[in-house]
């Protein structure tokens, strides 16, 4: 296939050589001689014949476009030679004869041929339209002024040649509207498509200078008719080149205005001034006022009606930004953006009411059969809530299966909305050829502001949750229940809200030195109120609420920003280490959100660790698939805290790891003789046998750094070589040297 692509490349460009050559050397025979008709003729029909073996050789799609193209050149070089031919026999040229009949019907084949082939598949573009009109009606006014006026003045000429006259600037605009409506569209520009229209420039440009010389009885040939071949060159090319298999998807292209459409069509709406000026320099008696002025009103007209489709455009491409902006994708109900700006309205002018709904056993679903028939079980939910609530009210998918309702003030009762809304949910939901069945548990709550009436229905929301899966509304009693995870639940969103999170970073370093090879970032959380709370506190929270899902995002492009900083000042370690849980590796798409955060914050993937433990992939599914995905990205996978999970050895055959976390607990008693140090030594081995790093996690003192370096180890973290800490945009980490 590709050398025959090749071949075929180089006999357009040998084509277009040799001919290009032959048309700039025709200058050089002598005028109007025998030669110089035979060598036009020729050049001519061997364009014609470079026609037909393209057409021929790349089996285009729309042949017949090409085949009438053809057609209308073989035509037109037939009125040469008719003209050569009568000439010859006559010893002179009469005007009008047969070869301007041949001239002028070659016009509409070459113009119906330009138009289909400039057509191409999809959409008409009604700003290119009026764009091409643009050029056609100044192009039409230059050959109006010089030469339709003037001829129809004539009253002492044969009628019959007064028309001829008049018809080859006719038929040139005619042209003109399809070769300016081919180049007004972006997508046409293919090779084969850009040589077509160079060539239909170049024989409508000659054609111009011809006209206007031959009105004034300037015309000599030389140069002009080496332009005409030019033209037959490119034409001939343009059929040969493989690009002219295909017609081009214009429903593609752009109907905008770009720097250089925008230039092009100034210069020709600027064409009626440049004439009026210049037939006023020549003489002031001869202005063509008439032609003149209705030629400019025809581009006024035609730059307004541009100009207002470009503002109906920009009005449209904005709703459809703002729809998209606002609406979730997978469901069609707004998104959380904009439900937050619905209830921030709807607080300012009211006491609203607000729903939060969280889907009981869809997590199992979604491992159990696939991210599919989630996303197909999500869809069916979002349109039986979208039935449910009455009209005025915002129904939006919060992200994840958590829905949300905004009831405006003096709407139908919450509660009652709720049994309506569980029961709706309730029902079984046949998916991805499955029949399934889900929960909910609603929270209601109002009062306060946007943030407080969302923390309160999150609070309500947890309770009804562990009250077995129903709906409650917010009353200040839920605050004071010994519920701390409720509490705990619906303070995490306010504190993601009021960025009280931050991260810190622990060094892990070579042995023996303690050089720094990489970091792991690490969550921490400042509780205005409880002060420090622990990540083994709040995560589990998270991961059962399913916040973790945003917030295991924003940690992941906390990190890489702070990484990208570190590696602009020259201080970045070489990688550095993020943790992934269970519930951010089933959500759909995991995978191409860290592929986005990366292209984002511009970090190499390669750089990046992603930790996971054992239980987070032990089911297997959706997470060993986000996982393999990761490594493909080029994402190093650590396996954290390896040795305490299910199945710690059948995981190394089936997940694509890199790094090898060795728990604490086998590190702690590392020091101690005997069996305490058999498991340390057997973890080394299978790393070292399996061609992993293994990382000893808690090393605590230097005796247990001097004895793992002595069973094998390279890499250790721990409060030994340095404790969690903040970072700072110069951070002094320090490059492993390794």
């Not at 300016?180 to 084969?192: G, I, K």
């Not at 937050?340 to 056993?361: C, H, K, M, N, Q």
């Not at 970073?505 to 400042?526: F, M, N, T």
Request: glycine fraction near 10%; proline fraction near 4%; hydrophobic fraction near 50%.
């Amino acid at each position: 296939m590709a050398k025959n692509v090749l071949t075929r490349v180089s006999l357009w460009a040998g084509w277009l050589a040799v001919a290009v050559v032959a048309a700039l050397c025709f200058p050089l025979l002598p005028d109007d001689s025998l030669q110089a008709k035979i060598y036009v003729n020729a050049v001519g029909l061997s364009s014609v014949a470079a026609m037909l073996v393209g057409v021929r050789r790349n089996r285009p799609e729309h042949r017949g476009a090409w085949l009438l193209f053809a057609a209308g050149v073989l035509t037109f070089v037939s009125g040469d030679i008719t003209y050569d031919v009568t000439e010859s026999l006559l010893g002179e040229y009469p005007y009008p004869s047969w070869a301007d009949a041949l001239y002028l019907g070659a016009y509409p084949l070459l113009w119906a041929s330009l138009a289909r082939l400039g057509r191409g598949h999809g959409d008409r573009e009604r700003g290119g339209l009026v764009d091409a009109a643009i050029i056609s009606t100044a192009i039409g006014l230059i050959f109006w002024v010089s030469v339709v006026g003037p001829t129809l003045a004539d009253a002492g000429s044969p009628l019959l040649e007064r028309l001829v006259t008049i018809a080859y600037p006719l038929a040139d605009v005619l042209l003109t509207t399809a070769v300016a409506r081919m180049l007004t569209r972006p997508e046409n520009r293919t090779p084969s498509l850009r040589l077509l229209s160079i060539g239909a420039i170049l024989m409508l440009t000659c054609d111009l200078v011809y006209t206007t010389m031959s009105s004034t009885a300037e015309y000599t040939g030389g140069f002009i008719d080496s332009g005409f071949l030019v033209a037959y060159a490119c034409w001939g090319a343009a059929a040969l080149h493989p690009s002219m298999r295909q017609r081009p998807d214009t429903a593609l292209g752009a109907d905008g205005i770009g720097r250089s459409r925008l230039t092009t069509l100034a210069l020709f709406t600027l064409i009626a001034p440049g004439l009026l000026f210049l037939q006023g320099a020549t003489g002031p008696a001869q202005i063509a006022w008439v032609s003149l002025g209705s030629g400019a009103m025809v581009l006024f007209l035609l730059v307004v009606l541009r100009m207002w489709g470009l503002v109906q455009q920009v009005r449209a491409q904005a709703v459809r930004l703002g729809d998209l902006a606002m609406h979730d994708e997978l469901t069609g109900l707004a998104n959380r953006r904009a439900f937050e700006e619905r209830l921030a309205g709807a607080v300012a002018t009211g006491s609203p009411t607000v729903l939060l709904l969280d889907l009981d056993g869809f997590k199992a679903i979604n491992d159990r059969f696939g991210h599919a028939v989630g996303d197909d079980l999500l869809a069916v939910v979002a349109e039986r809530i979208r039935a449910e609530v009455p009209a005025g009210a915002v129904a939006a998918r919060m992200g994840g299966d958590e829905f949300a309702v905004l009831l405006p003030a003096c709407a139908v009762a919450g509660e009652d909305l709720a049994v309506r809304l569980r029961s709706a949910i309730h029902r079984p939901v046949h998916a991805g050829g499955h029949d399934l069945l889900v929960g909910a548990s609603i929270g209601i709550a109002d009062g306060g502001d946007r943030v407080e009436i969302l923390r309160r229905a999150d609070v309500a929301m947890y309770a009804a949750k562990a009250d077995g899966g129903r709906h409650r509304r917010y009353a200040p009693g839920l605050d004071d229940r010994t519920d701390e995870e409720a509490r705990l639940g619906a303070e995490l969103r306010t504190a993601l809200d009021r960025g009280e999170f931050h991260l810190v970073y622990q060094p892990i370093v070579e042995l023996p030195h303690g050089d720094v090879a990489a970091v792991e970032s690490l969550i921490r959380w400042w509780h205005p109120e409880r002060g420090y709370v622990s990540p083994d506190v709040f995560i589990p929270v998270a991961e059962r609420s399913g916040l973790i899902v945003e917030l295991g995002e924003w940690i992941l492009r906390t990190a890489c920003l702070q990484y990208a900083d570190w590696w602009r000042h020259g201080v970045a370690p070489e990688r550095f280490g993020v943790n992934v849980s269970a519930r951010q590796l089933a959500e759909p798409g995991f995978a191409a959100l860290v592929a986005a955060v990366l292209a984002e914050t511009g970090v190499h993937p390669a750089r990046l660790v992603v930790e996971v433990t054992e239980t987070a992939v032990f089911g297997g599914g959706a997470a060993v698939r986000a996982v393999q995905e990761l490594s493909d990205l080029g994402i190093a996978i650590a396996l954290d805290d390896f040795g305490t999970g299910h199945s710690s050895l059948g995981l190394l055959q089936t997940l694509p790891v890199r790094v090898l976390k060795v728990d604490k607990s086998f590190v702690e008693n590392v020091t101690m003789a005997g069996r305490h140090a058999v498991i340390a030594t057997s973890l080394i081995q299978v790393a070292n046998g399996l061609g992993l790093v293994a990382v000893a996690e808690g090393v605590e003192t230097a005796e247990q750094a001097a004895e793992l370096y002595r069973l094998g180890y390279r890499r250790a973290q721990g409060h030994h070589f340095g404790r969690p800490a903040p970072a700072r945009p110069t951070s002094t980490v320090e490059v492993s040297r390794v």
